[in-house]
């Protein structure tokens, strides 16, 4: 079974804090992915890294960047929160196979409030 | 940049009624489509995908999908729902190296 884990289910900060959220997944996945899911609007892809201190951005990079030292961990970080960032973030992973995709495994969320 | 239409946000279904939740998508190459679920307080899960072959998908828990590449579309469908589908369900569509989610639909099914 795929696992993907997520360091905090929920998550208070004060505005201008520096947020790290961290993600690990037990698959030797190669793909690995950060989203927030906001109502209404579905997933948005912030970043995603296809090998180990490699990343792309998303479709919403900005306020965030991101780490992946080791192949298992990718880390997503807030350098100066914000309220706009109030939200639930998704961690997902996703093995590479040579297809353009393969499923996305994702983790439970971190709920992060921002005051 | 590729996007994603899923017209209804909240259906509400008595259980035994049938199910369809429309799905649209924008990019004309070849794509990847998949329908995921949200159970309430779990994990996002696959519900089936499509990337090639039979356009009519079969899914777990009685769910079919269906790719009608003319209409760039990708239905999702089940014949009789149950009370423990209540959920909500986004469609997802993979161009390239990203998926592009659409809103979500929140579907309440009563007993």
């Known amino acids: 079974d795929v696992k993907v884990t997520q360091s905090s289910r929920y998550l208070v900060k004060r505005t201008g804090e520096k947020v790290f959220l961290e993600c690990v997944q037990d698959?030797?996945?190669?793909?690995m992915f950060w989203y927030r899911q906001d109502p209404g609007l579905g997933l948005r892809l912030i970043y995603f890294?296809?090998?180990?201190?490699?990343?792309e951005k998303g479709d919403i990079p900005e306020g965030y960047s991101v780490s992946r030292e080791k192949k298992e961990r990718f880390s997503l970080i807030l350098e100066s929160a914000s309220t706009n960032q109030t939200s639930m973030y998704l961690c997902?992973?996703?093995?590479?196979?040579?297809?353009?995709?393969?499923?996305?495994?994702f983790g439970p969320g971190t709920r992060l409030t921002v005051l | 940049a590729q996007s994603v239409s899923q017209h209804n946000h909240h259906v509400i279904l008595s259980e035994a009624a049938s199910l369809e939740l429309g799905c649209n998508y924008s990019?004309?190459?070849?794509?990847?489509l998949f329908w995921y679920v949200q159970y309430p307080g779990q994990h996002l899960q696959l519900l089936l995908k499509?990337?090639?072959?039979?356009?009519l998908v079969k899914g777990i828990k009685g769910f079919e999908a269906e790719f009608i590449k003319s209409k760039f579309s990708f239905n999702l469908r089940k014949p009789s729902v149950q009370w423990s589908d209540t959920a909500e369900y986004f469609c997802?569509?993979?161009?390239?190296?990203?998926?592009?989610f659409g809103g979500g639909t929140r579907l309440m099914v009563k007993p």
């Open positions: 698959m030797d996945h190669e793909n």
């Open positions: 890294s296809y090998d180990v201190k490699m990343k």
């Open positions: 499509y990337f090639s072959g039979d356009p």
């Open positions: 990019y004309g190459g070849t794509v990847n």
């Open positions: 997902a992973s996703s093995f590479f196979s040579g297809r353009a995709y393969n499923e996305q495994f």
């Open positions: 997802a569509v993979n161009a390239g190296n990203m998926l592009t």
